[in-house]
């Protein structure tokens, strides 16, 4: 692909294989590149795999759903989430992707990712909330039936000063420790956020220890 494939509605993959080439053929972690897909409010991409490079892979304008989507090598984010309504709703269900060396899922709208079905390998961060975008809101994630392969940093990290929630529910952990939730002061001045904390506090990080299986 050397041009970003813009979906209204819905767009069946057949499980063919997408990579980028030209201008979307970067797969490092430089901000501001395009993606391979990018979605209108509403839409629902299935069943594609997004091979290397894969440039930033998703972009999400609004509402959207990713179904049996696979990535095999993340390049700057796999898919990243940018409605501005608090009500906006982004699903993954099904899919998983390896070989991110930041993030997989990234935050940077308003709403609430749902993230269930899915399996990540060799990663940074499962799910971020921006920690410094120039605009900031409240956003929640909720992640259940989800299997982490390691080495991983950790599977969720959200804002605890915007409001931030994440609720995580069979989640299985292979390979080794890694935070589950992370907490952060977030701000909007492009500083790097500051970490305040991990592990469950019933707030801000939701789950409780027989949510979690390592194996």
């Known amino acids: 692909m050397s041009a970003t494939i813009e979906v209204s509605g819905s767009y069946d993959g057949g499980m063919k294989r997408y990579s980028g080439s030209g201008e979307l053929g970067g797969g490092g972690q430089g901000e501001d590149q395009d993606a391979l897909f990018e979605l209108a409010d509403g839409a629902v991409l299935k069943n594609v795999i997004l091979g290397a490079p894969a440039a930033d892979g998703i972009h999400c304008l609004g509402n959207c759903t990713l179904q049996n989507v696979w990535w095999e090598d993340v390049g700057e984010d796999a898919a990243t989430f940018k409605g501005t309504s608090a009500s906006a709703r ?117 789950y409780s220890s027989s949510s979690i299986t390592y194996r």
């Open 90 to 206: 982004y699903t993954i269900d099904g899919g998983g992707a390896r070989n991110a060396d930041d993030k997989v899922f990234q935050h940077n709208g308003a709403g609430t990712v749902t993230i269930k079905n899915f399996q990540v390998e060799n990663f940074g961060k499962l799910y971020r909330s921006c920690g410094n975008c120039d605009t900031q809101y409240e956003r929640h994630v909720v992640v259940s039936n989800v299997k982490a392969t390691g080495p991983g940093q950790s599977l969720v990290g959200v804002n605890a000063n915007y409001g931030d929630t994440a609720d995580l529910s069979a989640i299985t952990i292979v390979g080794g420790e890694m935070n589950v939730c992370e907490r952060f002061q977030g701000n909007d001045s492009g500083d790097e956020p500051t970490k305040l904390g991990s592990g469950a506090d019933g707030t801000h990080c939701r």
